[in-house]
């Protein structure tokens, strides 16, 4: 194989690249959304109220946001490689800082530090596969780099619930700063030098242009919004379930908590059923139903059944990924120019979602508990699709 070829799946660098990436995006989902099963523990740990608790996610993902937006422009500029290098050490350095301070304001602040080093890897993986592997192979690439997000978020919430329960949450912490550490070295000895990056010659204000292009499109704005909502919902069943089963009269243990979070395993399988169903159906009917399910899903959590609880949030998952993944994707085919903008304001939208439905929702389960929540979290999704339906058929359909 000649340097000038891409690299494809009967490579050994494909795999390299592929088997590297997917470990750091796993890493850096955990270490995200590791913190969610624990923020009934700092309640009591720091003499917190349920709202503080919640910035440890939302301030997090609003570092997470900032850091799309810097690191897009950094890594168009500068490579791919140092910055996926770099976001993997600033999110394994807050791990061995956190469990040293008693200080919650200090805490606060290294997990907003934390969000702002995950997005350097998120900014530039897809971006760095794109350019390095061959178009036939790419795909392949692609879903085990996506896979390993929710394997990722998934495997965090539980390692750490489940190590909270027995030891500490300092241990979980020492615990997922020493696999951060060893995925690091992996990573920093396989991923091989771009060899296809050419850095933007273009002045930044290029950038804007794009941006605020996609600002004035009122379909690409409907399907932003969906993003925002899908996560707000979905976010807000998943941040307050801990402190819901805690209570009676299931009196779980976080342990027992942590286990529920493998329902994220349906989010493996969720993106490829939605490629397989495109083929049968159009995007927006499918997006639909996928958003009708996930509504069930969260309605069925108001069972006083553990096991109808279960089942509901499994149901959850599956209609979000899937939701997710046809959003996603309509992005893509709205966006007739600057895509890869287009595709940076939908993540920027997609974890607005995120920190609204950690804090936003805090007054929701603070006046009206479960039910509350659960009624805010089932219709809002239902609500929108209607409002989305209308502008659709006002600006003449995607």
Request: charged share 10%; aromatic share 16%; glycine share 8%.
């Amino acid at each position: 194989m000649s340097q000038g070829q891409p690299y494809t799946l009967r490579n050994v660098y494909f795999w390299k690249i592929s088997i590297s990436l997917a470990l750091a995006s796993f890493f850096v989902f955990a270490s995200i959304y590791a913190i969610q099963p624990l923020l009934p523990v700092f309640v009591e740990d720091y003499g917190i109220t349920v709202s503080a608790s919640s910035l440890l996610l939302s301030l997090t993902i609003i570092g997470l946001i900032i850091g799309l937006i810097i690191f897009g422009f950094l890594s168009d500029r500068f490579g791919r490689t140092i910055f996926i290098k770099l976001s993997l050490i600033g999110t394994i350095i807050p791990f061995i800082l956190i469990p040293q301070t008693q200080s919650y304001s200090l805490f606060i602040t290294l997990r907003f530090l934390q969000g702002l080093a995950s997005a350097a890897l998120l900014a530039s993986a897809l971006a760095y596969l794109s350019e390095e592997m061959d178009r036939k192979s790419v795909g392949v690439a692609t879903g085990l780099y996506i896979s390993s997000n929710a394997l990722g978020g998934m495997a965090g919430r539980v390692v750490i619930g489940y190590v909270t329960d027995y030891y500490s949450w300092q241990t979980a912490f020492y615990l997922l700063g020493a696999i951060g550490l060893v995925i690091f070295v992996i990573v920093f000895i396989s991923l091989p030098k771009s060899r296809f990056f050419k850095p933007s010659q273009l002045p930044v204000r290029n950038d804007f242009i794009g941006f605020a292009h996609h600002l004035k499109n009122p379909r690409l704005l409907v399907i932003f919004g969906l993003g925002t909502v899908l996560q707000l919902s979905f976010t807000g069943v998943w941040t307050y379930l801990p402190f819901y089963l805690q209570e009676p009269p299931f009196n779980l243990s976080l342990k027992l908590i942590s286990y529920l979070f493998f329902a994220y395993a349906i989010g493996v399988i969720a993106s490829p059923i939605a490629g397989w169903m495109v083929g049968y159906m159009k995007l927006t009917p499918m997006r639909i139903i996928a958003i009708i399910v996930l509504s069930m899903g969260a309605f069925m959590t108001l069972s006083s059944s553990l096991y109808v609880i279960i089942v509901g949030l499994c149901v959850l998952c599956l209609g979000f990924f899937i939701a997710h993944s046809l959003t996603a994707t309509t992005v893509g085919e709205q966006a007739t120019h600057h895509k890869g903008s287009a595709a940076s304001l939908y993540l920027v939208a997609y974890y607005i979602g995120v920190a609204s439905g950690s804090t936003l929702l805090s007054p929701v389960w603070s006046f009206a508990g479960w039910r509350g929540l659960i009624f805010v979290s089932g219709l809002v999704p239902l609500i929108y699709v209607i409002f989305a339906q209308f502008v659709i058929k006002k600006r003449h359909a995607y």
